[in-house]
């Protein structure tokens, strides 16, 4: 939303009166309180018949600053998100000439005395972050007739008709220096850096072509070392360098306005401590991480084609480890009921025992909503667990199923009625659950504990995917739990996994999904999917196989689509050379990331203790090169593999490889660092290895959920420090096996620790086996 006409008036209709001075500081011990009136007061006369701010400065988490502002605090209790790694109040304050300081680890923050109105951020060798400048904190109203417009609109929109709701808002800005860019802000499919952008964070169902998100998070991280965190889960309006070209401001409707400042110095330094506070990405299964393949949205599908399905797949050498039952597993108008339809599954367990005897999980789709054709409707109306309207009624719509209600998650008994439903799906035999739908939420409604409505709309996703996951982990333990979420915001990265949502089935909507998935990489999320050749549509075949060699590079790969199956072969016909049908590819792909699982494996757990991403962008990775800042079609899995998908058609790619010694994984070749602009064959993408990397394989290639420490492969590429180390952990039992690298006048010695049976090469030289778990090799 912007407020302001240019640089010196306010648009019509708004209100806007700033903070203009610290008038009095109130040193706290582990907090400063600062009374910030929207005058300066010269006389006493000045103190009467205006707005006076209160700003209040702590520290919830060792190198995090809080900044609450309120205007009036009488009402009820502004909501936040949940904050698990909120350590109490840690900050130390201080004061000199100028003012008062807080100090959290590497972090301080300083508040300056008087005229104007200022607050300070600055790392621990005091070089400036980011500052609140005499324009920074902000009481605005709007009147009815506001010329303010506001995203997204219509009836579970911000607002009906794309105008601002009438009211009080509270608004920061930090600013932004010369060449600072933003990332983040949740799941958002346009360019990777936000500068110039402005950014509506409210759940939307709107596919990934436009500015609306299914993800919305209010978090962002910039290239100069620390991020911010607006601590409020309902609308949250970003102007990011749009209203005011060298700041970023927010603002939020009501008399709260709390935001929290994360020190780096490093980006991932900032996800680190994000995610220590907002919480982090549980383990994953092994199996998980196997190619999943989908009956499809509205293809026609039973028993018979899902076996003919797997049956296919098995026949032509493609691994497959999940099968998935889309919406129609159910009967029509009856979603969802957790009913198998019986015209086309009358033997619902029985035929989960028969994917579970071939090796495979099973996962099935749910929705919130009951359909008023359900049977559960009426159980669920009667014992008062749908949202209502205001007037008593149920809340219902037939936009999607007829009629249909929302579960009210914020009852327990009615999330414990769900959920039992949900447990009983998964006594029948059901592994995982896509979680789908979540964003399209009403206001206008009066949620069971009292929330506010504009809050939940953003919230709800998380209470429901948290209702689902909690069950899958007390039914399948911890660690063997996965929902296949769409919708989340901030904190939703504790339940994994989330997939990008429906896209379409083109090289641009590839690039796309892309870009989401990046930029939500750099909001928190760890684990994330997407549709492999697109939802929307049906694609030809040199997207799909293009879009198979990303898709399985990516942490979780699922061939679903809407309209029309996603199996392999649907995509080949007689003229299809062999060696490069999309039979071929899948299989090729699908083998390639079998034999990377123990590296796949060791980047998920890097996911869940460190809270950095699986799929990390460059900027992440690489944040003192310059040449990477908005570099949005290629991606690191974990530290040491660099991924450019091909994009276009004819398999050209143009992609950048930073400073330092590359080893292309499939053909050894080695480069130094550069732009490369090729040209790929189906059974090829540019996939390199990076200097001094340590990479732990294996060359079994059938199945995800083995034991790895058994007989690894261990590579060592050139380069890095004399000491390296790498490790390998059983997926079933948990036991690891590190390797330790040793370098010394040409000698390379890797050593197992415990001792165990394992290969070592150098590079893509010959395999050396070990003795009494030594192997030794020389250059």
């Known amino acids: ?33 600062v009374l910030a009136p929207t005058k300066v007061i010269g006389r006493r006369g000045d103190t009467l018949n205006r707005p006076a701010l209160t700003v209040t400065l702590d520290s919830p988490l060792e190198g995090v600053v809080r900044v609450r502002v309120e205007n009036h605090r009488g009402g009820a209790p502004a909501p936040g998100f949940g904050l698990p790694g909120s350590r109490g109040s840690v900050g130390v304050t201080g004061s000199d000439a100028d003012g008062a300081t807080l100090t959290s680890g590497p972090l301080t923050a300083h508040v300056r005395q008087g005229a104007p109105f200022g607050i300070a951020f600055t790392a621990e060798d005091g070089a400036p972050l980011t500052r609140t400048g005499p324009d920074g904190v902000a009481r605005v109203r709007l009147g009815a007739d506001a010329a303010v417009a506001v995203e997204p609109v219509g009836e579970t929109g911000v607002s009906p008709d794309g105008r601002a709701p009438a009211g009080t808002y509270l608004v920061g800005r930090l600013g932004l220096g010369v060449g600072e860019l933003v990332y983040g802000l949740g799941e958002r499919f346009g360019p990777l850096t936000k500068n110039g952008q402005s950014v509506d964070t409210w759940n939307a169902d709107g596919g990934t072509a436009s500015e609306q998100a299914y993800k919305n998070v209010p978090f962002y991280l910039t290239n100069r070392g620390y991020g911010v965190l607006v601590n409020h889960p309902g609308h949250v309006s970003f102007e990011v360098g749009s209203e005011s070209v060298g700041q970023v401001q927010f603002a939020v409707r009501g008399e709260v306005l709390e935001y929290l400042v994360v020190a780096g110095p490093t980006p991932a330094d ?89 090796g495979l999980r099973v996962s099935a789709w749910v929705n919130p909503y009951i359909g008023q054709a359900s049977p559960l409707f009426d159980e669920a109306r009667e014992a008062g667990y749908l949202v209502r309207r205001p007037d008593g009624s149920v809340w219902q719509w037939d936009m999607w199923q007829a009629g249909m209600g929302l579960v009210d998650f914020t009852n327990p008994a009615a999330t414990a009625w769900y959920q039992g439903y949900v447990r009983r799906l998964l006594r029948q035999g059901v592994d995982a659950v896509k979680t789908d739908f979540g964003e399209r939420i009403p206001t206008d409604v009066v949620w069971h504990d009292g929330s506010d409505p504009e809050a939940m709309h953003n919230l709800y996703a998380h209470l429901y995917n948290r209702a689902v996951f909690d069950v899958l982990e007390s039914e399948r333990g911890t660690g063997e739990a996965v929902v296949f979420a769409r919708s989340g915001t901030a904190g939703g990265q504790t339940m994994p996994v989330h997939w990008g949502g429906d896209n379409s089935s083109s090289f641009e909507s590839m690039a796309e999904t892309l870009r989401g998935g990046l930029s939500l990489s750099l909001s928190g999320y760890g684990f994330w999917s997407h549709d492999i050749g697109g939802f929307e549509g049906m694609p030809d075949r040199e997207v799909f196989v293009r879009w198979l060699a990303f898709g399985l590079l990516s942490s979780h790969s699922r061939l679903h689509g809407s309209s029309s199956y996603r199996v392999p072969w649907a995509f080949d016909d007689d003229g299809t050379p062999e060696g490069e049908s999309a039979v071929a590819v899948a299989a090729f792909f699908t083998r390639l990331k079998m034999r990377l699982m123990p590296y796949l494996l060791h980047v998920g757990r890097t996911v869940h203790e460190q809270g950095l991403p699986f799929t990390r962008p460059m900027v ?12 949005d079609r290629q991606y690191l899995i974990g530290d040491d593999l660099l991924v450019a998908p091909v994009l276009q058609p004819g398999g050209r790619v143009r992609y950048y490889l930073p400073e330092g010694r590359w080893t292309h994984l499939l053909t050894g070749e080695e480069a ?25 394989t294996t060359d079994r290639d059938d199945r995800p959920d083995h034991d790895h420490t058994v007989d690894p492969l261990v590579t060592v590429y050139p380069g890095g420090p004399a000491r390296r180390t790498a490790a390998v952990t059983d997926p079933a039992s948990g036991a690891r096996v590190t390797f330790e690298v040793v370098e010394a006048g040409g000698a390379v010695t890797v050593t197992a620790t415990p001792a165990t049976a394992f290969r070592a090469r150098l590079g893509h030289g010959a395999e050396v086996a070990s003795v009494d778990g030594v192997a030794r090799l020389t250059r």
């Open 672 to 696: 130094t660092g550069g732009w490369r602009d090729e040209v790929h064959d189906v059974l090829s993408v540019p996939l390199w290895v990076r200097e001094g990397a340590v990479l732990v």
């Open 270 to 358: 900032v996800l680190r401590r994000y995610t220590a506070l907002t919480g982090r990405p549980p383990v994953v299964p092994a199996w998980s991480y196997g190619l999943w393949l989908s009956t499809s949205f509205t293809t026609d599908y039973d028993e018979k084609t899902v076996t003919s399905f797997v049956d296919g797949m098995a026949e032509r050498g493609i691994p497959l480890s999940v099968f998935h039952f889309d919406c129609f597993w159910m009967r029509e108008f009856q979603w969802t009921d957790f009913e198998w339809d019986p015209r086309v599954f009358p033997d619902p367990e029985g035929m989960l025992a028969r994917l579970h005897d071939r």
């Open 1 to 33: 939303m912007k407020f302001t006409d240019g640089f010196w008036q306010a648009r019509p209709g708004v209100e806007r009166l700033l903070a203009r001075e610290a008038y009095a500081i109130d040193d706290r011990g582990d907090a400063l309180r």
């Open 620 to 631: 992440l990775a690489f944040p003192d090169d310059p040449a990477v800042e908005h570099l």
